[in-house]
Antibody, heavy 117, light 108 residues
Framework: EVQLVDTGGGLIQPGGSLRLSCAVSGFTVNANDMSWVRQAPGKGLEWVSVIYKGDDTTYYADSVKGRFTISRDNSKNTVYLQMNSLRAEDQAIYYC??????????WGKGTTVTVSS | EIVLTQSPGTLSLSPGERATLSCRASQSVSSSFLSWYQQKPGQAPRLLIHDASTRASGIPDRFSGSGSGTDFTLTISRLEPEDFAVYYCQQYGRSLLTFGGGTKVEIK
């Protein structure tokens, strides 16, 4: 069964760090482009980051560039989002997705990040 | 960066009516790069349409997408109770992705 299980969310103080994980089953992460999308409470969807297959090229939204890092561990078939210097505006549900060509065809259920002191 | 503007923000309709949702891009978008998603409360988004007009697997044919250049449309021919949700368009360009702000389709 094709499935993305995103975990690692929680309560973190401003300025802190958190690493989100996306465990993949049903396909291999190294043969697919993978992405993270977030949704702040009561707001719309915001694309966060993507890692492309092959050369592992990564891209980020301006709002997280320099603070977030996307990576993958092929041996664990898992994608990660390392989030540093967290701010109140980073508070959101974070969804792991598979980027198939130019659209996101598979989504995780999401993991919630709360940034508060 | 390409900005997507969706209108209206909220659409109030009755079951059985036709819904027409608009997504306008700040620059021309290849039709291959425009997609639509549906999100219900408490759930992750679900892919509805890709390549502007191709329904994703399992999507009923009452959903259709059209458009080109800077103007794209999602049409729901006859609203079913399960179609009341928020809809987002998304584009891909120069390795980056953006979403529109969403249109909420609510029961009138």
């Amino acid at each position: 069964e094709v499935q993305l299980v995103d975990t690692g969310g929680g309560l973190i103080q401003p300025g802190g760090s958190l690493r989100l994980s996306c465990a993949v089953s049903g396909f291999t992460v190294n043969a697919n482009d993978m992405s993270w999308v977030r949704q702040a409470p009561g707001k719309g969807l915001e694309w966060v980051s993507v890692i492309y297959k092959g050369d592992d090229t990564t891209y980020y939204a301006d709002s997280v560039k320099g603070r977030f890092t996307i990576s993958r561990d092929n041996s664990k078939n898992t994608v990660y989002l390392q989030m540093n210097s967290l701010r109140a505006e980073d508070q959101a549900i974070y969804y792991c997705t598979r980027l198939h060509y130019y659209y996101m065809d598979i989504w995780g259920k999401g993991t919630t990040v709360t940034v508060s002191s | 960066e390409i900005v997507l503007t969706q209108s209206p923000g909220t659409l109030s309709l009755s079951p059985g009516e036709r819904a027409t949702l608009s997504c306008r891009a700040s620059q021309s978008v290849s039709s291959s790069f425009l997609s639509w998603y549906q999100q219900k409360p408490g759930q992750a988004p679900r892919l509805l349409i890709h390549d502007a007009s191709t329904r994703a697997s399992g999507i009923p044919d009452r959903f259709s997408g059209s458009g080109s250049g800077t103007d794209f449309t999602l049409t729901i021919s006859r609203l079913e109770p399960e179609d009341f949700a928020v809809y987002y368009c998304q584009q891909y360009g120069r390795s980056l992705l953006t979403f529109g702000g969403g249109t909420k389709v609510e029961i009138k």
